[in-house]
């Protein structure tokens, strides 16, 4: 791998995992009750204001970012849909926990990682070894064992109470497939956009997206616990920042990988959050969790470091026919020659 796109995965690696250790210290030790859709909706604020600076710098001198924005306001639809996508996975994820324990929704959400293999090969044509496709399975069987105390506390009920737990299995389901999707959908927008558009205005136009949907969450949930805005701090606010962070860093690392890295970015700061969260909060970490951890870090470096070759066969098979014409074009020559020694020889 060159190494900006080691640099982006290694920061976002890090984002994930302060954005998650500071988001359980804010919420389960200083008990902190303001709404996470506010803090997303200030982190899409962040991300518009810092995409539309960014844009301004990249102008030309005859041209006004006025009407740039403008111009990336009506082309946003696929960036709109993308932000839709992501809107119904917020509310599949509430119906998935109001039916199905959070045990049962960490094992299904681990999934991910095979939909958006399975995603990558579908509309990206992408061809992975079986050593890649062995090292995501390990990966997903690794970090299901290192979230084992959540799904496997017989404290915590399997179904919600009141709750559909084949609503609640589709609903996981549902969110996972469409969390697979929307990440080789974003990166194909990026790396084959005919319009060309840098990925800032592509930023720009995922957060103008995001920001109406967002905002709907907060009236439907009338502020949550707190009210409108209530209940705010910094620490709630530089959440905000990380979060503007996060999708910024996604953006970069499909950019300069593809969406299976960001997934073990993401992979990779689960184990990180997780062990900070154990020195600075007294969370918990096994022997078994350990283990877990050396298996995940393993298959993230087979997947990342695997150099066999993946489209050997593809490559041949566009050869072969051009092979083919040479040798045919060869043979033909040969037998020119040979018919024009035979005339020479009975000239003579």
Same mark, same amino acid.
């Given at each position: 791998?060159?190494?900006?796109?080691?640099?982006?995965?290694?920061?976002?690696? #890090?984002? @994930?995992?302060?954005?998650?250790?500071?988001?359980?210290?804010?919420?389960?030790? +200083?008990?902190?009750?303001?709404?996470?859709?506010?803090?997303?909706?200030?982190?899409?604020?962040?991300?518009?204001?810092?995409?539309? +600076?960014?844009?301004?710098? @990249?102008? *030309?001198?005859?041209?006004?970012?006025?009407?740039?924005?403008?111009?990336?306001?009506?082309?946003?639809?696929?960036?709109?849909?993308?932000?839709?996508?992501?809107?119904?996975?917020?509310?599949? *994820?509430?119906?998935?926990?109001?039916?199905?324990?959070?045990?049962?929704?960490?094992?299904?959400?681990?999934?991910?990682?095979?939909?958006?293999?399975?995603? %990558?090969?579908?509309?990206?044509?992408?061809?992975?070894?079986?050593?890649?496709?062995? =090292?995501?399975?390990? #990966?997903?069987?690794?970090?299901?064992?290192?979230?084992?105390?959540?799904?496997?506390?017989?404290?915590? $009920?399997?179904?919600?109470?009141?709750?559909?737990?084949?609503?609640?299995? =589709?609903?996981?389901?549902?969110?996972?497939?469409?969390?697979?999707?929307? %990440?080789?959908?974003?990166?194909?927008?990026?790396?084959?956009?005919?319009?060309?558009?840098?990925?800032?205005?592509?930023?720009?136009?995922?957060?103008?997206?995001?920001? $109406?949907?967002?905002?709907?969450? !907060?009236?439907?949930?009338?502020?949550?616990?707190?009210?409108?805005?209530?209940?705010?701090?910094?620490?709630?606010?530089?959440?905000?920042?990380?979060?503007?962070?996060?999708? #910024?860093?996604?953006? +970069?690392?499909?950019?300069?990988?593809?969406?299976?890295?960001?997934?073990?970015?993401?992979?990779?700061? !689960?184990?990180? %959050?997780?062990?900070?969260?154990? #020195?600075?909060?007294?969370?918990?970490?096994?022997?078994?969790?350990?283990?877990?951890?050396?298996?995940? !870090? !393993?298959?993230?470096?087979?997947?990342?470091?695997?150099?066999?070759?993946?489209?050997?066969?593809?490559?041949?098979?566009?050869? *072969? $026919?051009? +092979?083919?014409? @040479?040798?045919?074009?060869?043979? =033909?020559?040969?037998?020119?020659?040979?018919?024009?020694?035979?005339?020479?020889?009975?000239?003579?």
């Amino acid at each position: 791998m060159n190494s900006t796109k080691v640099i982006v995965l290694c920061i976002l690696c #890090l984002q @994930n995992s302060m954005f998650t250790i500071l988001r359980r210290y804010s919420q389960g030790v +200083l008990k902190e009750i303001y709404s996470k859709h506010e803090v997303l909706l200030v982190g899409e604020l962040i991300k518009i204001v810092f995409s539309a +600076l960014m844009i301004q710098g @990249n102008l *030309s001198s005859n041209e006004g970012i006025v009407s740039r924005l403008s111009y990336l306001t009506r082309k946003s639809s696929k960036m709109f849909v993308l932000a839709a996508i992501y809107g119904v996975m917020n509310i599949l *994820s509430f119906v998935a926990l109001r039916n199905i324990g959070a045990g049962i929704f960490t094992i299904f959400a681990q999934t991910k990682i095979l939909t958006t293999a399975t995603f %990558s090969s579908i509309l990206l044509r992408r061809q992975y070894s079986y050593a890649r496709w062995r =090292a995501l399975i390990s #990966l997903m069987m690794g970090v299901l064992l290192f979230t084992e105390p959540i799904w496997n506390d017989a404290g915590k $009920p399997k179904v919600q109470e009141g709750g559909n737990a084949l609503v609640g299995t =589709a609903a996981v389901l549902i969110e996972v497939t469409l969390s697979g999707f929307a %990440s080789i959908y974003f990166e194909k927008v990026i790396k084959s956009d005919p319009e060309q558009l840098g990925i800032w205005e592509r930023n720009f136009q995922l957060a103008l997206g995001s920001f $109406p949907i967002y905002f709907m969450f !907060i009236l439907f949930n009338g502020g949550d616990e707190a009210g409108y805005f209530g209940g705010w701090s910094n620490l709630a606010f530089v959440l905000s920042l990380l979060g503007a962070a996060g999708g #910024l860093l996604v953006a +970069l690392s499909i950019k300069y990988g593809d969406a299976i890295l960001k997934t073990l970015a993401t992979t990779g700061a !689960i184990i990180i %959050s997780s062990v900070l969260d154990y #020195l600075f909060l007294g969370g918990p970490l096994t022997p078994v969790m350990c283990i877990a951890a050396t298996q995940v !870090i !393993i298959a993230i470096s087979n997947y990342t470091f695997d150099a066999t070759p993946t489209e050997t066969t593809a490559s041949q098979q566009r050869l *072969s $026919p051009k +092979l083919e014409d @040479n040798t045919k074009s060869s043979e =033909a020559d040969e037998e020119m020659e040979t018919l024009v020694q035979q005339k020479t020889k009975t000239n003579n």
